[in-house]
């Protein structure tokens, strides 16, 4: 899987969200720094070429849609940043948000649960 631009990430996020859309409509979507409708094409068909999305053909106009799911996206993002910040140690990367305090004990001790009894999963 190819490594997504910020811009080209926040798009997914859209079409993930819409699960198909037309480029004025993810224009639509795009609170701050909204790119010109041209650009914004480049974008989608660049996604395209990288084999986050397909489209289907109105005429001259595309509609977009994911053909990568978020879930398989968050796959693969989390495994690059666990490999390339907590040199590949899911302990290293629990102990991180341990120290800077974004995980709780109550919520570590969910986790092991999980762990424990996976079939009891919530």
């Known amino acids: 899987m190819q490594k997504l631009t910020n811009k080209e990430e926040e798009i997914m996020h859209i079409l993930w969200k819409l699960k198909k859309a037309f480029v004025k409509e993810i224009q639509a979507e795009i609170l701050e720094d909204q790119p010109h409708y041209n650009t914004l094409s480049t974008i989608v068909r660049n996604l395209e070429d990288k084999g986050y999305v397909a489209h289907n053909a109105f005429g001259n106009t595309h509609q977009y849609y994911p053909i990568v799911s978020i879930e398989d996206y968050r ?14 140690s899911y302990k290293s990367m629990v102990s991180f948000f341990a120290k800077e305090e974004k995980i709780s004990a109550d919520e570590l001790r969910e986790i092991l649960e999980m762990i424990e009894n996976p079939k009891n999963e919530k």
């Open 75 to 88: 796959k693969g993002f989390m495994s690059t940043a666990i490999d390339n910040y907590f040199n590949s």
